[in-house]
């Protein structure tokens, strides 16, 4: 709900959970008084005056809760909106000129953002700030869901004028948090070890985390969280946010010296400047914000409920997704028809539904080399074309799906032959290659239209269920042969525009394949991707231990349901590690599940595991996909990890508890679960049962592990106590 006091200038948005109080001042200024929990309408009247007094050094505008902070005019930090003005000054004194309250939400123009499919799902606010001087106007945009405790923020820039503005930095949420003793925590990792959480204390100390390489990549999420000292993944104050967009980001955790951190969250302003002519509007992308008076779980299920079901799309959105195999790791390059047919048979007799056929199936790619760029199938491997083996997937009762690569160009292509100017790079300078590639320049209309005439002649016409859309490396020389040397810093983000319009044309024209986004496994896994692509591959490193970590930090942000996971073989590629079938089940089961080994090589014993593992898949998706899922003990603090899953009904309860390393003499290792009904019994399915009280307040204890590597899943059914 969002409460408008238009005499006293003060809005009020409030979800279920939390307030967002923004304030017009005495002046125009736009402050804001309180993001957090949820207080009741009217209770904010006092706060105004706390920014009034004490004498300071520096100009009372400095220590004001702005929420659209800018330089040059008394703010002394960075601000969340900077322009270079065309008299040279950076000047930008913003005052209130109106809003508008709209029921609903409506579309961001060319980009990715949370959404809502009926008008009463949400209410949008959009206050409107204009330059004492220039003809510039700042529209804030905040959306209130009356189902999700996340607020939608952007920020649209207008320039009313005739001269142009170049916009230096532009922040699509910017908060002033009153506190400054949190600490803050981040999604740090890098190619196979994506996103472990760390947690540190900001200590008075401005934090930036970042990604300038073109993809939101392994290194940083566009993610931030500020965290009450005191706060836990179960309890306490918890702030963050993140960015419905896939190229390179900043956000920010920035203490002044009156007691405020300033959370921010956009676009990296150190790769991206835009140059705004008369007449023309600016769109930032979306920030998602969430806060949780439950601690850390209590943020991430707020994500996950808005990410599952209104920022992924369309027709796999609420399906069960298939239960895949995957050719790479049983093949890489080497394969031909008969040999992915005979895998794809065995995966038919264990009840797998696709079949994923990865990279090296077009050109002459015998390598990552070459050949990307060339899609038409190598008749080497593959005799009937791509249809000639999909066909045969068909006709075994498996879907088919397909790695690409679109936005890729090798030196050794016919497509680099054909366009050698087509390639991010800059004029007459060396262009640095990676992975023996140069990325196609889509910031330029003809190549997207190239990628989406190539992707949709394979995708219209040999039989495709699937894709997975990989891309393999970031930019370098991230520049354009067809943009004026005025506006070279946009090609970053120009590029992520002909992105989304080259997905946003072919998931329009093929509703019904089913997108899986990639990038060297978990390199762009972001809001943006699954606004196209409901699930992302989330590494590329499939040892079922390491991925306890990397499933463990993704969930900080993203849904089970979001998460490629697949069994694979031992020794395992990445790590030399060996671990049981089962436990590498285990973990897979916690995401889309899928195999990714040559399954004409397991022994008996491995394959009716296997197969028993998909049978317990399928029967437990709805949990897995649609359930609430709570991490409940972090394999970064020490030998063990678990999370549960209950069903949307709270009928069903999922425990998946890992243990890495056999103990000595161990001693008993209890843990407990969250947010059951404590008086209803839950049962397995051996009889044992529990009351809901029990499994939180003593937990269920560990079983003595024999190896390495070792895992317990419990499925319970809820036993609804009898009414009083
Ligand atoms: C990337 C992907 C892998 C696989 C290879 C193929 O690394 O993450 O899953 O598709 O490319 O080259």
Redesign the pocket.
């Known amino acids: 709900m969002i409460y408008v006091d238009e005499a006293a200038g003060r809005f009020h948005l409030q979800g279920k959970g939390y307030s967002y109080c923004l304030q017009v001042d005495e002046e125009g200024r736009l402050l804001n008084l309180h993001f957090g929990a949820r207080i009741p309408d009217g209770s904010l009247r006092r706060l105004v005056d706390d920014y009034r007094d004490g004498a300071s050094f520096d100009p009372k505008v400095s220590r004001l809760p702005l929420e659209l902070p800018s330089p040059g005019a008394g703010f002394m930090g960075e601000g969340a909106l900077q322009v270079e003005n065309t008299n040279g000054d950076n000047i930008l004194r913003l005052r209130y000129e109106g809003y508008t309250l709209l029921d609903g939400k409506p579309a961001l123009e060319g980009l990715p953002a949370s959404y809502v499919e009926s008008a009463d799902e949400a209410q949008t606010l959009v206050i409107t700030l204009k330059d004492e001087l220039l003809p510039l106007r700042a529209e804030l945009s905040y959306t209130v869901f009356r189902d999700h405790d996340v607020l939608a923020r952007s920020l649209r820039l207008v320039n009313g004028g005739t001269e142009p503005v170049t916009l230096t930095k532009m922040q699509s949420a910017s908060v002033p948090l009153y506190g400054e003793d949190f600490d803050y925590l981040h999604l740090k990792g890098g190619w196979a070890r994506e996103r472990r959480p760390l947690r540190a204390p900001l200590a008075g100390a401005a934090v930036r985390i970042e990604s300038r390489r073109g993809a939101s990549g392994h290194e940083e999420n566009p993610f931030l969280a500020l965290m009450e000292k005191s706060a836990t993944e179960r309890q306490g104050r918890v702030w963050g946010e993140t960015l419905v967009y896939s190229g390179s980001f900043m956000a920010e955790a920035v203490p002044d010296n009156f007691g405020n951190t300033r959370l921010s969250i956009g676009l990296n302003p150190g790769v991206c400047r835009w140059r705004l002519n008369g007449g023309e509007a600016f769109q930032t992308p979306e920030a998602l914000l969430a806060f949780s008076s439950e601690g850390l779980n209590g943020l991430s299920q707020a994500f996950h409920g808005l990410i599952r079901t209104r920022v992924c799309r369309g027709y796999w959105r609420d399906r069960e997704r298939p239960v895949l195999i ?1 050719n ?1 790791e049983a093949t890489y390059f080497n394969f031909n028809e008969e040999k992915l047919v005979a895998i794809a048979e065995k995966a038919r007799d264990i009840g797998v539904e696709l079949f994923v056929l ?3 199936w077009f050109g002459k790619r015998d390598s ?1 080399n070459c050949s990307l760029g060339d899609w038409v199938a190598d008749r080497r491997k593959l005799p009937g074309g791509i249809k000639g083996v999909s066909d045969k997937i068909h006709a075994l009762g498996l879907r088919f799906g397909l ?1 690409f ?1 679109p936005e890729m160009v090798p030196p050794d292509s016919d497509l680099y032959r054909a366009h050698p100017d087509w390639c991010l790079h800059a004029k007459d300078r060396p262009r640095t290659e990676a992975r023996q590639q140069l990325i196609l320049d889509l910031s330029r209309q003809e190549v997207q239209d190239y990628i989406i005439a190539a992707v949709s002649a394979i995708l219209g016409n040999e039989g495709v269920d699937y894709v ?1 859309w ?1 891309m ?1 490396r970031n930019m370098t020389e991230p520049f354009s042969a067809a943009l004026p040397p005025e506006r070279q810093m946009e090609t970053q983000h120009r590029y992520m525009l002909g992105l989304y319009r080259v997905l946003e044309t072919l998931t329009a024209a093929f509703p019904q394949v089913l997108f899986e986004s ?4 978990g390199g762009r896994f972001d809001c943006g991707m699954l606004y196209y692509m409901p699930q992302t ?1 989330t590494s ?1 490193d499939t040892d079922a231990n390491e991925r306890l970590y990397i499933q463990y930090g993704t969930s900080v942000v993203y849904p089970p349901a979001a998460m490629g996971a697949h069994v694979s073989a031992v020794p395992n590629h990445q790590t030399g590690r060996v671990s049981s079938f089962k436990m590498r089940g285990d973990v897979a089961l916690a995401g889309n599940f899928g195999f990714e080994l040559d399954l004409t090589a397991l022994s008996p014993q491995d394959l009716a595991e296997a197969a028993e593992q998909v049978r317990t898949i399928k029967s437990l998706r709805g949990t897995l996909q649609k359930g609430t899922f709570t991490r409940l003990e972090s394999p970064f603090a020490g030998n063990y990890a678990a999370w549960q899953f209950v069903s949307p009904d709270g009928d069903e309860l999922l425990f998946c508890g890992y243990q890495r390393l056999v103990e000595p003499n161990p001693t008993t290792h209890r843990i407990r679960l969250c947010g059951l009904d404590a008086e209803a019994i839950y049962r397995l399915d051996d009889g044992t049962a529990y009351t809901g009280g029990e499994l939180m307040e003593i937990g269920l204890s560990m079983p003595i592990a024999k190896e390495d590597f070792s895992s317990c899943v419990l499925r319970f059914r809820r036993e609804r106590a009898p009414r009083a």
């Open positions: 995957n790479w990865d990279d090296g990552d790695w690569e997975k990989d393999n990639c990038s060297g496994g591959w590329d």
